[in-house]
């Protein structure tokens, strides 16, 4: 099931320092490769079940990389909509596909008119059918 706008737009950071799967830092509850999300003020772990401060988080960027929205989803939860910040306005997405690159991990996106966009070339948000259809109504 698709995410709403809100929650694709929630900040998340990449919890990098160690291999994959092993604590980030020393003595930590989160591990390499952990996705996690700010929650009010704050970031929380449901793995690792632990609280991190924004203080913290910013403090040691190279532990906590700042993520794009799309970064680390499933198709399943990306946007029926987007909005590709005025370069072809706000479209009706008919399919994702994740592209693995081999310097830049990106998504494909094919409009319900055919045509394809790219995370790597354009700086796609998510939008919501109320916008889609505002949109529609300005072109008119």
Request: hydrophobic content about 30%.
């Amino acid at each position: 099931m698709p995410l709403i706008k809100t929650e694709l737009l929630i900040p998340r950071v990449l919890c990098n320092g160690g291999k994959e799967g092993e604590p980030n830092y020393p003595g930590s509850r989160i591990m390499t490769g952990d996705i996690i999300e700010q929650n009010g003020r704050d970031y929380w772990s449901i793995k690792a079940d632990a609280w991190l401060n924004q203080t913290t988080v910013k403090k040691f960027p190279h532990l906590f990389q700042p993520l794009q929205w799309w970064y680390g989803r499933t198709v399943e939860e990306m946007p029926r909509y987007v909005n590709t910040n005025s370069v072809y306005g706000i479209r009706k997405v008919k399919e994702w596909a994740f592209i693995k690159g081999e310097k830049l991990d990106r998504w494909r996106v094919e409009d319900t008119r055919g045509e394809i966009y790219s995370t790597f070339h354009l700086d796609i948000t998510p939008a919501d059918e109320s916008e889609y259809q505002e949109y529609q109504k300005q072109k008119q």
